[in-house]
Nanobody, 116 residues
Framework: QVQLVESGGGLVQPGGSLRLSCAAS????????MRWYRQTPGKERELVAS????????SYADSVKGRFTISRDNAKNTVYLQMNSLKPEDTAVYFC?????????WGQGTQVTVSS
């Protein structure tokens, strides 16, 4: 079955950086686009970034454009989210996600807290 395991979250000061990783298994990683979402309590899950199967096409939410970079390593079945110039409003649980057939799959999430 599809498994997505996020890591790399933590507490960081405003202006700092974090790199999230998502290790995937249970499906052919290299033929699926991947996404990162985030969610804060009481709000809907927000799409942050997406990447095409070979990594050549990426897209970002306006709120993170120019600060976040999504990438993937198909040899390692892993997708990354490099987050720079972090702001308190980036505080959220971050999830990686893949849609296989008709089902959108999610990891357990990793908490990112931006605070001084």
């Amino acid at each position: 079955q599809v498994q997505l395991v996020e890591s790399g979250g933590g507490l960081v000061q405003p202006g700092g950086s974090l790199r999230l990783s998502c290790a995937a298994s249970g499906f052919t990683f290299s033929i699926y686009a991947m996404r990162w979402y985030r969610q804060t309590p009481g709000k809907e899950r927000e799409l942050v970034a997406s990447i095409s199967v070979a990594g050549g096409v990426t897209s970002y939410a306006d709120s993170v454009k120019g600060r976040f970079t999504i990438s993937r390593d198909n040899a390692k079945n892993t997708v990354y989210l490099q987050m720079n110039s972090l702001k308190p409003e980036d505080t959220a649980v971050y999830f990686c996600s893949v849609q296989t057939s008709a089902l959108r799959n999610w990891g357990q999430g990793t908490q990112v807290t931006v605070s001084s």
